[in-house]
């Protein structure tokens, strides 16, 4: 999410930075002092060899090299694939050029079509979208919500999930935020009472939170091929068809279920909560259910002056997840409408944080802690509740995403925290896999989310890693640690980033969406930006985080991003240590110094973001960017990786050592689509048949509006198909 020139500030914008922490041993600055002063005198310090110590580092691959170590696995037995069809040998459409323009381009030969804008009626009877921004609040429980965020495309068959059904399915996607000022009649402000011009009184009228909560959340769609056999369409009034939203019950399971830590007013048994929030990435359980995410869910909040009634502990907790004493929420203000009654006084009040009670059943301190999980949603059962998982952990959750399931073995899935200097999760559940539990629905959530092992990675400077478990009583997560006394695992849990910063984790520049490549197994993630490496003390440039570009007087940071990546060891994702390399520099191509993945301007790109592995291994790969803008707006690139160590040993303009991937080309990586001016290209999903991929434009520039009908310029997805109705990147299109 990226601020953008034609609309104010908001939540969604501002990027959280609350790490205090120096997650970094002393030797290891020491070292990194020594070897930029030893690089700084002519020398690079130390050898490849002894930097990457016993790690192989093999030439790069060749496409038509029958040796290559790549194979594909295909124990993934939950992913919906076509069997035979396999990953092309290369990329042989013609690149889309860089573009400011107010349309989307694709590359020759496909079609790309919007649809499903923000304010659909997901169902008859409710007045299509109009621009006067005075549709009823009540009326978007019915309609598609606003910045369309990640998603995934459930094949159905009867009413059933089918992996490989392509003529019918459940589109779900998340409504990550709104742009308040397209949405309601007065924006962040409220009318005089004599309605004249409205002035900003820090007070917002309750209707138009209402339509923000209520444009916030999931859209359940269900989508039917056309008649003419391309691309879907909605089926209006489908029983499928359903919201959920920021008011929604949701059920807490896991450890944090029932902890004195998300007691509240609304239910001082703390088992439930209201409202699913700030859903970014998404991700799809192995059984078939969606994985929804709480990314900024700190923006809808807000705290007074309560630190008195606190405990350092408690205190430490809400500062740690960026709510401060004196944090002031972001510009929702959805604390603040005039409440006539005690009911819209709690409707209202569960966004303030501020214990004002004599305890947590009396007010909404404890609001805040009940959001930021991964939150599991069953879209074939419509009557089924969001289940918030909070054996995941508790951080700014971009999305989700499992490793290939193999009989009789743990479920791993990977995760990111979105924020500068935050870190990457996995959770390993207790229970081994069964493909029987596929199409289990919410009961198959319950046997593998809600117990488990949540990791925190730790990327060591020698391009190995390992994870450190974020247990109660392990690894000095207890009551002695004097930050923050951890008193259980409900505690761990909640304060996840603390326990990560007690076991040492590696702070990375913002770790996006993470993805698995059903070819090696192998997990990548992007690491969209951090203005910070190597700017802050606190943030050093590191071998995984390499990158700090200071041209002249500007001190940008990591303006462009990267990709890492990782091999568990012995192909074990539930193993404690692996390999890493740097897939991918994102950087303008003409940026030479920073440009160490050879990018050109077919293929160059600033701030990857969304991360996609469709099943036959094509990686998709999406952008969010404020740095390269001018240039050519957000896109989406597909690209062909090879493996962890195809590359070879570099040195960084800032001086860093660290290991990159095989070189770009027009054969492995090239941009295939690029969005609106003003936009973020953000969830993808395919089709199970490969003919039809599905992304999302948030936030379009003004200019988008007249596209989209009307003249507001509405988030929406766009449904990309081949003019000859083939599938995308077959292999036999040139
Ligand atoms: Fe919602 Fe980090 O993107
Ligand atoms: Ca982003
Ligand atoms: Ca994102």
């Not at 056309?226 to 019950?249: A, H, I, P, Q, W």
């Not at 009789?408 to 207790?430: C, H, L, N, T």
């Not at 603390?498 to 996006?512: H, I, L, Q, S």
């Amino acid at each position: 999410m990226t601020l953008l020139n034609n609309k104010q500030p908001l939540a969604h914008e501002v990027v959280e930075d609350s790490n205090p922490t120096d997650n970094i041993d002393f030797q290891t600055i020491i070292s990194r002092r020594l070897n930029r002063r030893s690089i700084l005198k002519g020398g690079t310090g130390l050898t490849a060899a002894a930097f990457f110590g016993a790690l192989p580092l093999v030439g790069c691959s060749d496409d038509d090299d029958d040796s290559s170590p790549i194979k594909n696995t295909d124990n993934n037995a939950a992913i919906p694939a076509q069997g035979d069809l396999k990953r092309p040998e290369t990329l042989k459409f013609t690149a889309v050029a860089h573009s400011t323009a107010e349309t989307m381009s694709v590359a020759a030969g496909y079609k790309a079509e919007m649809i499903l804008p923000l304010g659909t009626p997901l169902i008859s009877g409710i007045d299509d979208w109009k621009d006067n921004r005075e549709q009823s609040a009540e009326s978007f429980e019915w309609r598609m919500g606003d910045n369309h965020d990640g998603m995934w495309f459930f094949g159905k068959n009867g009413g059933a999930y089918d992996a490989k059904a392509s003529d019918n399915g459940l589109l779900v996607m998340n409504h990550e935020y709104v742009n308040s000022n397209e949405l309601s009649p007065f924006g962040y402000y409220v009318t005089q009472d004599d309605n004249a011009a409205p002035i900003f009184k820090n007070r917002r009228l309750a209707s138009d939170v209402r339509r923000e909560v209520n444009c916030h959340g999931v859209a359940v769609v269900e989508m039917k091929r056309r008649s003419d056999g391309m691309g879907y369409e909605m089926v209006t009034d489908s029983k499928y068809n359903r919201r959920l939203t920021s008011s929604s019950t949701a059920q807490l399971t896991g450890p944090v279920a029932g902890s004195d830590l998300v007691k509240t007013k609304f239910d001082p048994t703390g088992f439930q909560t209201r409202g699913i929030n700030n859903n970014c990435g998404a991700g799809l359980s192995p059984w078939g259910t969606y994985l929804t995410t709480e990314e900024n869910f700190l923006g809808v909040f807000a705290r007074g002056q309560d630190a008195s009634q606190l405990s350092d502990g408690q205190n430490y907790g809400r500062e740690r997840y960026g709510a401060t004493e004196d944090f002031p929420g972001w510009e929702y203000l959805w604390h603040t409408p005039e409440a006539k009654d005690a009911k819209i006084a709690d409707e209202f009040s569960r966004w303030d944080m501020t214990a004002v009670g004599t305890s947590a059943a009396d007010d909404y301190r404890n609001g805040f802690n009940t959001f930021g999980y991964i939150t599991e949603i069953d879209p074939f059962d419509q009557n089924s509740m969001p289940q918030k998982r909070t054996a995941l952990g508790r951080f700014a959750h971009e999305n989700c995403a499992y490793a290939p399931v193999e009989q009789g073995k743990p479920v791993v899935f990977y995760m990111g925290d979105d924020a500068r200097g935050e870190y990457i999760y996995k959770f390993v559940s207790k229970a081994t896999w069964s493909n029987s539990d596929i199409g289990g629905g919410l009961k198959a959530g319950d046997k593998y989310l809600n117990d488990g092992t949540l990791y925190v990675a730790i990327f060591n400077e020698d391009g190995s890693g390992e994870w450190k478990a974020l247990v109660h009583s392990q690894n000095g997560l207890d009551a002695s640690n004097t930050v923050l006394p951890f008193n259980g695992q409900d505690e761990v849990l909640v304060f996840a980033r603390a326990a990560a910063d007690v076991v040492g984790a590696t702070k990375m520049d913002r770790p996006e969406w993470v993805s698995v490549s059903p070819m090696t197994g192998e997990v990548y993630v992007t690491l969209t930006n951090n203005k910070y490496r190597g700017v802050r003390e606190d943030q050093p440039v590191s071998a995984s985080n390499p990158r700090s570009y200071q041209a002249g007087e500007k001190a940008a940071g990591n303006d462009n991003g990267h990709i890492i990546r990782w091999a568990e060891a012995g192909g074990d994702h539930a193993a404690m240590s692996f390999e890493w390399d740097i897939y991918l520099f994102a950087t303008p191509y003409d940026l030479t110094a920073e440009n160490l993945s050879q990018l050109n301007d077919s293929n160059d790109l600033s701030s990857p973001d969304g991360l996609y592995f469709d099943p036959r291994g094509v990686l998709w790969i999406q952008t969010d960017d404020g740095a390269y803008t001018d240039t050519s707006s957000c896109m989406l690139l597909a690209a062909l990786p090879g493996k962890v160590s195809d590359g070879t040993a570099i040195t960084t303009s800032a001086g860093q050592q660290t290991r990159v991937g095989m070189p770009a080309s027009n054969d492995n990586i090239k941009r295939f689509f690029v969005g609106p001016e003003g936009c973020e290209v953000t969830g993808i999903t395919m089709a199970p048949d490969f003919k039809t991929l599905f992304i999302n434009i948030q936030h379009p520039g003004n200019t988008w509006g007249a596209i989209a009908g009307g003249s507001t310029p509405r988030s929406a997805t766009v449904m990309i198909t081949r003019e000859d109705g083939d599938v995308i990147l077959a292999e036999s299109f040139v």
